[in-house]
C-alpha cells in the first residue's frame, strides 16, 4: 500500500542507521533485518506459578484437573512456543522466510494459549464467588 510507504522508509532509515552504529554495511535490508534480529537476546517463556494451590479450588475444580491443566497443558503451550521460537529464529538468521511463514500459525497458537491461560489462572480465586445477586439470583 503506498500509505505504507513513508513509515515503511522510516523503519529502513532506522535500521540502517542501527547498523551503522554497529559498524556494519547495509547490503541488503533484509540482510540487516537478519544481523540485527540475531542479536537480541530472547529470553524463555516460563510455566507461572500459580498463586494458590492445585487443590483450593476444591470442590469446584478437583485439584487432580487443577494440576493436569496447569502442569501438563499450559505447559505444553509454553514449552512449544518456545520451540517454535527457537526454529523462527534459525529461519530468521538464515533468511528462510518459507519456514519464517510456515512457523506463524504454531507461533500464534502457541502463544495465545500461554497468554490465555496466564490471564486464566488469575480469574479464578478460592475466595472469589458467592451468590449471584440480581435477576440470576432470584430465579
Known sequence: RSSDLP???????HITGAAAMLGLRATSHSKLIRVLGSLVPRQKHTLPDLPYDYGALHP?????IMQLHHSKHHA??????????????EALAKGDITSQVALQPALKFNGGGHVNHSIFWTNLSPNGGGEPDGEIGRA
Do not use: M, P, T
Open 7 to 13: 513509515e515503511q522508509q522510516q523503519l529502513c532509515d
Open 60 to 64: 469446584h475444580i478437583s485439584a487432580e
Open 76 to 89: 505444553a503451550y509454553v514449552n512449544n512456543l518456545n520451540v517454535a521460537e527457537e526454529k523462527y529464529a
